[in-house]
């Protein structure tokens, strides 16, 4: 942190979505959770962005992100 062309998320065993939303709230990526998760953000406006892990068992999981 902080990113400029892609980032990687890793997960140990978990099965859920992935969901990043900027400031205002607006979704800008979604996928399927997978063990190791590539997201380009190239195209992103530089700033902060917020990382949400939902996974199907156990409480969620939310982290920050910044984007030159």
Same mark, same amino acid.
């Given at each position: 942190?902080? /990113?400029?062309?892609?980032?990687? %998320?890793? $997960? /140990?065993? &978990?099965? !859920?979505? &992935?969901?990043?939303? *900027? $400031?205002? !709230?607006?979704?800008? *990526?979604?996928?399927? &959770? *997978?063990?190791?998760?590539?997201?380009?953000?190239? &195209?992103?406006? +530089? !700033?902060?962005?917020?990382?949400? %892990?939902? +996974? *199907? $068992? !156990? /409480?969620?999981?939310?982290?920050? %992100?910044?984007?030159?």
């Amino acid at each position: 942190n902080p /990113a400029n062309n892609q980032f990687f %998320i890793k $997960t /140990a065993n &978990l099965s !859920g979505q &992935l969901v990043i939303r *900027n $400031t205002i !709230g607006q979704e800008v *990526n979604q996928q399927k &959770l *997978n063990s190791v998760n590539i997201i380009d953000c190239h &195209l992103w406006q +530089p !700033g902060v962005y917020f990382v949400f %892990i939902q +996974p *199907n $068992t !156990g /409480a969620p999981i939310s982290k920050r %992100i910044i984007i030159e």
